[in-house]
Nanobody
Framework: QVQLVESGGGLVQPGGSLRLSCAAS????????MAWYRQAPGKQRELVAH???????NYVDSVKGRFTISRDNAKNTVYLQMNDLKPEDTAVYYC?????????????WGQGTQVTVSS
């Protein structure tokens, strides 16, 4: 059974930091591209950052220089360090794991963790 379990969300003041974690089980973690998405109220879910099995990273422009994605393949865990948080970062953050195959891809989601940035 595949599980992606997020943790680390919460309420933080503008300018503050949070570190999200996503622990994966039931998959060969190193073969998966891991990503963080977020969905704010009334908005579509958007890709925040992703990291390949060998550590290549990419970010949406709005978080570049503030967020850092990383992974520990030995612990089957992906992280999102979020610094200088802004109210517009408020959203439910979801962990995603995807493994492209020849004719399809395997794709799994976590349950989400709420991040609220407010004074």
């Amino acid at each position: 059974q595949v599980q992606l379990v997020e943790s680390g969300g919460g309420l933080v003041q503008p300018g503050g930091s949070l570190r999200l974690s996503c622990a994966a089980s039931g998959i060969t973690f190193r073969l998966y591209v891991m990503a963080w998405y977020r969905q704010a109220p009334g908005k579509q879910r958007e890709l925040v950052a992703h990291i390949t099995g060998d550590g290549s990273m990419n970010y949406v422009d709005s978080v570049k220089g503030r967020f850092t994605i990383s992974r520990d393949n030995a612990k089957n865990t992906v992280y999102l360090q979020m610094n200088d948080l802004k109210p517009e970062d408020t959203a439910v953050y979801y962990c995603n794991g995807e493994r492209p195959l020849t004719t399809r891809s395997l794709n799994y989601w976590g349950q989400g963790t709420q991040v609220t940035v407010s004074s």
